[in-house]
């Protein structure tokens, strides 16, 4: 009868050594070779190298959250800066959901916003002296009443899917929306709850009433929520979700319960998201009903998704817009809400991953050296698209005039220049602008197209070419 080191390749040894993971491409001789009896004795495992990639990445994303408030000093700009570290974390909690999960929700806010008011209510009571915990671990009580708050409702959204799940959401949302306007005793009604974040005692001197320590602070908490999140993805748990997603008969099929996975997660997503309002809530010092509105919840659904909600890195972008968008683009024209769906409805119907899939597409064209080829073609899609930018704003912002500011005159200031909205010159000139800049885009998109079609064809028959060498 055949015996294992008969019909086997290689000696009892070596087998043994296979079995362990001891590579056996060592010089011949017995040279780095383990004997059977130390193999038998003990596991030896490999060291797989360091991802310098991944350590340069967050290494510069903290030196950014570092060095941010020294290079932008005013105290506009750190207050800026705060509200995008808050929403760095409420875009990517919300995209835990969304991008990770596929759950459409319609209602985050209700878990940043009541996150809000839980760490407000404790910021009260450690300022009366009944709440023995220093401010600075305040968000976590957010969290914590945000996370509570899921596993209360997110029993019920998850217990189905898709088109449900975001009906169902959106319910809780109104619902919630609701409540704040008629429980005034934790509420506040409409003037909300309002606190002190300089409470208790200072901590090495820190006691966060100037708004650079507060900055500081969130910027720790944004390193280590956005850290944390993406360690998520890399675990089961974070797996399976995507499985879920994807197929989740097939995840059924080998086992899973799919309404326990989106369950869990939704109870994760929660915790962030709270955090992100306990944050908030030492931000500004106060909590109102809008927190926990129907447009802060909006305003997560559309940023992340321009951000890019297939990506990990996208609802970071999204949430540096969201800011932006509501902080500064919101000072320099009434029609900024008009301005953003239309670039929303241009990213649907264009760029549907996103701005980090653009980001993500261009690096792939650069890997394979071809990307300083489009820059001519980039440059004019910038020029044409400039063009008609300023054509229908000019047209947007003369009709908002003849809406809103009438009584202020006919003349509407426009990028330094006089426009009278009872004129025919400044019609026809907004108009033609516009449609040379539609005619010039539309020649400059038709050849980019027929340019990155065939740097695409070359990529992948590059790509097949390598897989077989």
Same mark, same amino acid.
Request: aromatic share 14%; glycine share 12%.
């Given at each position: 009868?055949?015996?294992?080191?008969?019909?086997?390749?290689?000696?009892?040894?070596?087998?043994?050594?296979?079995?362990?993971?001891?590579?056996?491409?060592?010089?011949?001789?017995?040279?780095?070779?383990?004997?059977?009896?130390?193999?038998?004795?003990?596991?030896?495992?490999?060291?797989?190298?360091?991802?310098?990639?991944?350590?340069?990445?967050?290494?510069?994303?903290?030196?950014?959250?570092?060095?941010?408030?020294?290079?932008?000093?005013?105290?506009?700009?750190?207050?800026?800066?705060?509200?995008?570290?808050?929403?760095?974390?409420?875009?990517?909690?919300?995209?835990?959901?969304?991008?990770?999960?596929?759950?459409?929700?319609?209602?985050?806010?209700?878990?940043?916003?009541?996150?809000?008011?839980?760490?407000?209510?404790?910021?009260?009571?450690?300022?009366?002296?009944?709440?023995?915990?220093?401010?600075?671990?305040?968000?976590?009580?957010?969290?914590?009443?945000?996370?509570?708050?899921?596993?209360?409702?997110?029993?019920?959204?998850?217990?189905?899917?898709?088109?449900?799940?975001?009906?169902? %959401?959106?319910? @809780?949302?109104? &619902? !919630? $929306?609701?409540?704040?306007?008629? *429980?005034?005793?934790?509420? #506040? =009604?409409? +003037?909300?709850?309002?606190?002190?974040?300089?409470?208790?005692?200072?901590?090495?001197?820190?006691?966060?009433?100037?708004?650079?320590?507060?900055?500081?602070?969130?910027?720790?908490?944004?390193?280590?929520?956005?850290?944390?999140?993406?360690?998520?993805?890399?675990?089961?748990?974070?797996?399976?979700?995507?499985?879920?997603?994807?197929?989740?008969?097939?995840?059924?099929?080998?086992?899973?319960? %799919?309404?326990? @996975?989106?369950? &869990? !997660? $939704?109870?994760?997503?929660?915790? *962030?998201?709270?955090?992100? #309002? =306990?944050? +908030?809530?030492?931000?500004?010092?106060?909590?109102?009903?809008?927190?926990?509105?129907?447009?802060?919840?909006?305003?997560?659904?559309?940023?992340?998704?321009?951000?890019?909600?297939?990506?990990?890195?996208?609802?970071?972008?999204?949430?540096?817009?969201?800011?932006?968008?509501?902080?500064?683009?919101?000072?320099?024209?009434?029609?900024?809400?008009?301005?953003?769906?239309?670039?929303?409805?241009?990213?649907?119907?264009?760029?549907?991953?996103?701005?980090?899939?653009?980001?993500?597409?261009?690096?792939?064209?650069?890997?394979?050296?071809?990307?300083?080829?489009?820059?001519?073609?980039?440059?004019?899609?910038?020029?044409?698209?400039?063009?008609?930018?300023?054509?229908?704003?000019?047209?947007?912002?003369?009709?908002?005039?003849?809406?809103?500011?009438?009584?202020?005159?006919?003349?509407?200031?426009?990028?330094?220049?006089?426009?009278?909205?009872?004129?025919?010159?400044?019609?026809?000139?907004?108009?033609?602008?516009?449609?040379?800049?539609?005619?010039?885009?539309?020649?400059?998109?038709?050849?980019?197209?027929?340019?990155?079609?065939?740097?695409?064809?070359?990529?992948?028959?590059?790509?097949?070419?390598?897989?077989?060498?």
């Amino acid at each position: 009868m055949a015996t294992l080191s008969d019909i086997g390749p290689g000696s009892e040894a070596e087998r043994e050594n296979r079995r362990v993971g001891v590579p056996m491409d060592l010089p011949a001789g017995g040279a780095g070779r383990v004997p059977a009896g130390r193999a038998a004795r003990g596991r030896y495992y490999e060291f797989r190298p360091y991802n310098v990639a991944r350590i340069v990445i967050w290494s510069a994303f903290a030196l950014v959250l570092l060095v941010s408030p020294l290079v932008f000093t005013s105290g506009l700009s750190i207050t800026i800066l705060s509200q995008i570290g808050i929403a760095i974390i409420a875009c990517l909690s919300y995209n835990m959901l969304l991008g990770q999960g596929g759950m459409l929700s319609f209602g985050h806010a209700v878990y940043t916003g009541l996150g809000t008011y839980f760490a407000i209510h404790a910021l009260n009571a450690v300022t009366k002296g009944q709440l023995p915990i220093p401010v600075s671990l305040l968000p976590l009580v957010g969290g914590l009443g945000g996370m509570a708050i899921a596993v209360l409702f997110g029993y019920v959204t998850t217990k189905k899917a898709g088109t449900p799940f975001a009906m169902i %959401t959106l319910g @809780v949302a109104e &619902l !919630v $929306f609701a409540m704040s306007l008629m *429980f005034s005793e934790f509420f #506040g =009604g409409e +003037a909300g709850i309002s606190g002190n974040r300089v409470a208790g005692e200072p901590f090495f001197g820190i006691t966060f009433g100037p708004a650079r320590q507060v900055y500081y602070l969130i910027a720790v908490y944004t390193f280590l929520c956005v850290a944390a999140m993406y360690a998520f993805t890399r675990t089961p748990l974070g797996r399976i979700l995507n499985a879920v997603r994807d197929n989740p008969e097939r995840v059924e099929f080998i086992g899973y319960d %799919t309404q326990r @996975v989106r369950y &869990l !997660v $939704f109870i994760i997503a929660g915790f *962030f998201a709270g955090i992100s #309002g =306990g944050l +908030a809530a030492l931000n500004f010092e106060i909590a109102t009903a809008e927190v926990v509105g129907p447009a802060r919840s909006g305003g997560y659904l559309l940023f992340t998704f321009l951000g890019g909600a297939t990506f990990f890195f996208g609802p970071i972008i999204g949430g540096v817009l969201m800011v932006l968008a509501f902080v500064l683009f919101s000072e320099f024209t009434k029609a900024w809400l008009l301005y953003l769906g239309l670039i929303f409805m241009f990213m649907v119907m264009y760029a549907p991953g996103g701005i980090a899939s653009l980001i993500m597409m261009n690096l792939r064209v650069a890997a394979f050296g071809r990307l300083r080829e489009l820059w001519v073609s980039y440059l004019a899609l910038g020029v044409t698209a400039l063009l008609v930018l300023l054509g229908a704003a000019a047209m947007v912002e003369m009709v908002y005039h003849l809406q809103l500011n009438v009584v202020m005159g006919d003349t509407v200031r426009f990028l330094g220049a006089d426009l009278n909205v009872k004129s025919v010159d400044s019609w026809f000139g907004a108009a033609f602008v516009l449609l040379t800049g539609l005619g010039l885009f539309e020649l400059t998109r038709r050849h980019f197209l027929r340019q990155w079609g065939e740097i695409q064809e070359y990529i992948e028959k590059e790509t097949k070419r390598r897989e077989t060498l």
